[in-house]
């Protein structure tokens, strides 16, 4: 599973070290290693049909025992349906071997799936639910049938009551004839109740057959899951092991997500320790078409997913240098001539790229910091964000009061912006209307993914209104009017194959890194929340 680059490699410097798997650029040496990988997929047909439909590979460059530099592969997940592939890493734990008790025991599973849902289709379930109906709704029919001839009666006995005086004898008589009518209505409900009652015991009987069912499936799954997490052993650079319960719940005291431990970075980390290499450096990139909610673009690298990678590679990490890229500038750029307006009420910025709107766990000096330092004493509050990333103009109040109005018109669409962006190439459309509702991608955190089903409405108006040459292509200069304000709400709308189908470049979570991720808030305009002047601020893009 080891492989000497077929490339030459000679004088090319090695990393110092390891690369953090969450937040990265790739080395050199990482980026020929998934070329090589890529020429060999490229190689196999069987494969490259396979593969084309998406799939997410990783390299990893070690040095091996005999101190030669070379590289591991792998993939996430099952390729091809298997987890033992030729050319690349194995799985840490082969969980499909026919004679195992995973697949044992996945078979039994499944033939309770299929029990119930032959149960569910049954013709003695689908009679049994029909004769409760129909018993039902006869019940329903006489029940009004008797109510109706009891109201009739009773409108005879008024009538009889108002036309003549009645004797005691009469009236008991008429007594009577009412007190029987109830009687016979109470009489009739209980029988046609216990009908029904009779009727709806075949259902329930079939029913608790399949509840019981469901819950043996649901316990015999979750001590599936447990059984296998306790098979995965991983290792890390000091020399110890731990299994994938005992990482999670040291973590989080949670259990592992389904598909822990399954994906290419621990895969071959796990292989280098086992084998005694040492790991340089890591890259993980997507191959072939997006997912229909995610964005993955065919050649672009990305970070190790969060919800399932992060704690098993915060484990196997362990002992190995690894580096640390700056998540945030220090606000250094940022001057008083970076405040574009300003009175008494609030102040309008122009935030530099890679500088927090407000303090965060990243670190670096945010906007909010920088102000109080530029302006000692004084109290500032930021009635909206930008991501870290994207430069512009930022609103911020000087009081609460008027941070909370500012907000309601952000909440209620009253503030109108405008954002400037490079894509990466030229959309097929010059103008129009993205509507791709948004929500969390949990696994792969702080992504968003367009989820037709539970996301959020999201929309953006776009407009085409220059193309310039960027390191050589031809790229477009679009102005985006989000309607909505979701999180990464224009990145995500310009890179999903439904919306632009370009991602903006330098969009390292959608995209591919460059110098900075070319977006820019250049225009906003809103309502005073205390003078009520209509204001319009307007900052060119630098780039």
């Known amino acids: ?17 390891f690369n953090d798997p969450f937040r990265y650029r790739p080395h050199r040496l990482a980026i020929i290693a998934a070329d090589e990988v890529r020429s060999y997929i490229a190689s196999d047909i069987h494969l490259q049909k396979e593969v084309s439909q998406g799939k997410m590979f990783g390299v990893l460059v070690v040095r091996d025992t005999a101190g030669r530099i070379g590289y591991l592969a792998a993939y996430s997940g099952l390729l091809a349906g298997s987890n033992m592939q030729p050319f690349f890493v194995p799985a840490v734990y082969d969980m499909l071997r026919p004679d195992g008790y995973f697949k ?26 029909d004769a409760a109906e129909a018993c039902r709704l006869q019940a329903e029919k006489e029940i009004s049938a008797m109510r109706k001839e009891v109201h009739e009666a009773k409108s005879r006995r008024d009538a009889i009551r108002l036309s003549t005086a009645l004797s005691a004898e009469e009236e008991a008589a008429l007594l009577r004839d009412s007190r029987h009518r109830k009687a016979e209505l109470r009489r009739l409900a209980k029988r046609l109740q216990a009908e029904i009652l009779e009727r709806e015991k075949a259902v329930d009987d079939i029913e608790k057959q399949i509840l019981s069912l469901k819950e043996e499936r649901k316990s015999r799954s979750a001590s599936l ?38 994906c290419a970075a621990p895969k071959m980390l796990q292989y280098a320790y086992a084998n005694g290499m040492q790991p340089l450096c890591m890259a993980e990139f997507w191959i072939g078409a997006s997912p229909m909610g995610e964005v993955r673009r065919d050649g672009c690298y990305y970070p190790s997913c969060k919800g399932k990678c992060g704690p098993i590679l915060g484990f196997m990490l362990r002992g190995l240098p690894v580096e640390s890229l700056p998540f945030a500038g220090d606000a250094g750029s940022m001057q008083p001539s970076s405040i574009v307006y300003e009175d008494d009420f609030l102040l309008i910025v122009n935030k530099p ?23 000692p ?30 907000q309601a ?9 405008m954002y400037v962006a490079l894509l990466d190439g030229l959309p097929a459309r010059s103008e129009g209307e993205i509507n791709l509702p948004l929500s969390p991608d949990y696994i792969n ?22 193309e310039k040459k960027y390191k050589g292509h031809m790229c477009a200069v679009v102005e985006l009017y989000p309607v909505t304000g979701r999180t990464h709400q224009l990145r995500v709308h310009c890179a999903h194959a439904l919306g632009l189908n370009r991602p903006i470049i330098g969009d390292e979570l959608y995209g591919a890194p460059a110098d900075r991720l070319m977006l820019h808030a250049a225009r906003i305009v809103f309502r005073h929340p205390v003078t009520g002047e209509e204001i319009i601020k307007e900052v060119a893009a630098d780039f």
């Open 377 to 406: 004493g004084a109290r500032f509050y930021v009635a909206h964000r930008l991501d870290m990333a994207t430069s512009g103009l930022l609103v911020v109040a000087k009081s609460m009061d008027v941070c909370k109005a500012l």
């Open 445 to 466: 955190r702080p992504c968003q993914k367009v989820d037709f089903e539970q996301g959020k409405e999201a929309v953006t108006y776009y407009k085409v209104v220059a």
């Open 409 to 417: 018109q952000f909440a209620g669409r009253k503030v109108s912006k």
């Open 353 to 375: 790229t890679g500088v927090l709107s407000v303090p965060g766990i990243v670190g670096g000096c945010s906007v909010q910091e920088w102000l109080s330092g530029y302006n």
């Open 225 to 262: 899951q447990r059984w296998l997490f306790g098979r995965f052993v991983m290792l890390n650079a000091q020399g110890e092991s731990s299994t994938l319960l005992q990482i999670f719940d040291e973590h989080s005291g949670c259990l592992p997500p389904a598909g822990a431990g399954e």
């Open 104 to 129: 044992l025991e996945e078979a039994a599973i499944s033939q309770i799936n299929r029990e119930v849902d032959a149960l569910l289709h049954s013709e003695a379930y689908r009679n049994a639910l």
């Open 1 to 17: 599973m080891f492989h000497l680059f077929a490339t030459d490699i000679t004088g090319i410097e090695l990393p110092s070290k």
